[in-house]
């Protein structure tokens, strides 16, 4: 039995991957990665490597065994059809008897555009009949935190989420939810709901930069279509600029406030403080 993780090289998958070995030896984890070199230091701890792409099915030929527990990181081609390419990796699972397909899905209440993939994706792993794990991960501290340049050049948080609130978390604290999925028992055709465990709005986020930077920066709510033209002008492709709007207009709503506690209880600690966070990134 292998645990399986695509994406391994990713953002995410790094972290589940040495998570992962701080549990399990590392003959017993195989990263798939669509480029072997950036798994050299992966291989050297002995980790198992296989070379895949969600866009060319066969590489995922044989790549699972039975028994084995997989998690399906979701893929960020925006462009390129991600329910086929998350479908190419259900149906290799299927097709090896795997014991676990968890997936990195987005919160059950967001309904903005960004969620069409995932619920498309989780419709197509329960119609597979294999056992599954929803992992509905909520919005991460880095999307904020790696890209405060801008926010610091302009002395400005500049959104279109209103009065909105995010129960953002950090990668490891999603990444140490699903080792424990992964290594435990029990998580069977279960689904949970993932986020920080303490929400937070963008007039405090400004005011956490303030204080820390010494400097005054405000909120500065504007007009989704504003925040189109800004991102566009910061050379965003329109398609993704328009999803970023549209998750704006989620947190406004409500829909990015996840409050079921099942992140710090999976993790087995409270989450990062998105403080902290910012902390952190500021003295990198």
């Given amino acids: 039995m292998s645990i399986v993780v695509t994406g ?34 992966l291989a050297a701890r002995g980790v198992r490597i296989a070379v895949a792409d969600y866009n060319a099915p066969g590489t995922f030929d044989g790549l699972f065994a039975a028994g084995d527990k997989v998690l399906l990181i979701s893929g960020n081609e925006f462009d390129k059809g991600r329910v086929q390419q998350h479908k190419v990796v259900i149906d290799a699972a299927k097709a090896a008897g795997v014991a676990l397909l968890a997936y990195t899905s987005a919160p059950g209440s967001l309904t903005a555009a960004l969620a069409d993939d995932h619920r498309a994706t989780e419709e197509a792993l329960l119609a597979s009949g294999l056992p599954y794990a929803l992992l509905r991960n909520g919005w991460y501290h880095e999307n904020y935190t790696e890209n405060l340049a801008p926010v610091l050049a302009h002395d400005a948080v500049v ?21 424990a999925v992964l290594t435990g028992e029990g998580h069977e055709n279960r689904t949970y709901e993932l986020g920080g ?20 920066i405000t909120y500065n709510n504007v007009p989704g279509e504003v925040l189109k033209d800004i991102l566009a002008g910061a050379g965003l492709p329109a398609p993704f600029a328009e999803i970023l709007v549209g ?26 403080p998105f403080s902290e966070a910012i902390a952190a990134a500021l003295k990198d």
Avoid: C, M, N
């Avoid at 409500?254 to 710090?264: F, N, R, T």
């Fill in 247 to 272: 998750v704006d207009a989620s947190i406004a709503k409500g829909e990015l406030v996840v409050s079921s506690g099942d992140l710090s209880r999976l993790a087995g600690r409270p989450t990062t």
């Fill in 197 to 216: 465990d303490e929400a937070w709005g963008f007039a405090e986020y400004a005011a956490e930069l303030s204080a820390r930077t010494g400097k005054e």
């Fill in 159 to 179: 959104a279109a989420a209103g009065e909105g609130r995010v129960s953002s978390a950090a990668r490891a604290d999603y990444a140490a939810a699903a080792v």
């Fill in 8 to 41: 391994a090289t990713g953002h995410l998958g790094r972290h589940v991957v040495e998570q992962l070995l701080d549990k399990v030896p590392a003959d017993q984890v195989t990263a798939v990665v669509r480029d072997k070199a950036k798994a050299a230091d």
